[in-house]
């Protein structure tokens, strides 16, 4: 199970929020954790994915440099921090865990399961 901890919340442009993640029920090190999100009117999008036993870490394009992924293994929780927010990452974020870690992955929503509940980043001008 894929539980989605901390909330949310309304942010300014240039700020900043972390999201957590917190793992239970399944070896996290087996896994592969990752972040979407789905804007109003938009299709749900990968963001980031972490495999914390291999180290390797994707995004997408649109939030390389602004976002960051990693993860504590003692606490098994993922973590998005998430900094120079534009108005264009509004939107409910999501976690879900998967079996491989790259960008291809990223566009393949139905190969993750357990989906946390949904958390809304709302930024504003």
């Known amino acids: 199970e894929v539980q989605l901890q901390a909330r949310g919340g309304l942010v300014q442009t240039g700020g900043s929020l972390r999201l957590s993640c917190a793992a239970s029920g399944f070896i996290f090190d087996d896994y592969v954790i990752g972040w979407f999100r789905r804007a109003p009117g938009k299709e749900r999008e990968g963001v980031s994915c972490i495999s914390s036993r291999d180290d390797i870490t994707s995004y997408i394009d649109s939030v390389k440099g602004r976002f960051t992924i990693s993860s504590d293994n003692a606490k098994n929780t993922v973590y998005l921090r998430m900094n120079s927010l534009k108005l264009e990452d509004t939107g409910v974020y999501y976690c879900?865990?998967?079996?491989?870690?790259?960008?291809?992955?990223?566009?393949?929503?139905?190969?993750?399961?357990?989906w946390g509940q949904g958390t809304l980043v709302t930024v504003s001008s």
């Open positions: 879900a865990r998967t079996t491989r870690c790259d960008r291809e992955r990223l566009r393949l929503g139905y190969l993750f399961d357990s």
